[in-house]
Structures are given as C-alpha cells and as structure tokens.
C-alpha cells in the first residue's frame, strides 16, 4: 500500500474514494533461487493511480517511496509491464529520429 495510498491524506473526500479499489496489491511471491531469504514479488496497481502520458508519475508513485523504506535492506526493480491502454497515454517523442540524428 506504501507505493499506491498509504501516503494519502485523510480528508473528508475519503468518503468518496475506495482505497480498497486502489491499494497495490502483491498477487505473487517466489523464493529468488539459490537463496532463502530474497524474493520476487509481483505487485499489480489500477491505471487509474497515474497521470495520462507522465512517465514521472508513473515512476515516482511505483518506485518513490517504497527505495526510501529503512526496514528494505535491498530492493531492485526487475520489470515493468505497462498495459497498452495506458501506454496509448503517451504522444511520443516531441521529434522524430531523423530530427534527433540531426541534432548529433
């Protein structure tokens, strides 16, 4: 919940928000191979947690809180899969290869 809304403030507009609807949640967890106490755990958000087209939102609310946890004593992000949906959010560079190349 740390990464989703267990940072939210509480304010009278809860009473319209179903945190539950929203709240991360970890639908899988496996032992990393060859260790005992490393795992991969697969957390699922709703779409609806991030800002069309801002792939600093989409970062900050996924990754932000959860890297500065004292209790995490390691944590790295493996994979992101980003449904087609949310990705059509996005317009794409400002130019086009030929542009960039250009600019080179």
């Keep these: 919940g ?3 809304t267990a ?10 928000t179903a945190c539950d609807i929203y709240r991360a949640k970890a639908y ?3 032992p990393v191979p060859g260790t005992s106490d490393q ?3 697969y957390v699922a958000y709703e779409c609806d947690l991030f800002e069309e087209g801002s792939l600093a939102n989409l970062t900050a ?7 500065g946890f004292k209790a ?3 944590l790295r992000l493996e994979d ?3 449904p087609f949906a949310y990705l059509k959010t996005f317009q794409g560079p ?7 190349r250009e600019r080179l």
């Design 2 to 4: 740390e990464s989703s």
């Design 28 to 30: 899988r967890v496996d």
């Design 7 to 16: 940072t939210w403030t509480v304010v009278w507009t809860d009473l319209l």
């Design 72 to 74: 995490v004593k390691a």
């Design 61 to 67: 609310s996924i990754i932000g809180n959860v890297f």
């Design 39 to 41: 795992y991969f755990a």
């Design 94 to 100: 400002a130019t086009g290869v030929i542009v960039e």
């Design 80 to 82: 992101m899969r980003i």
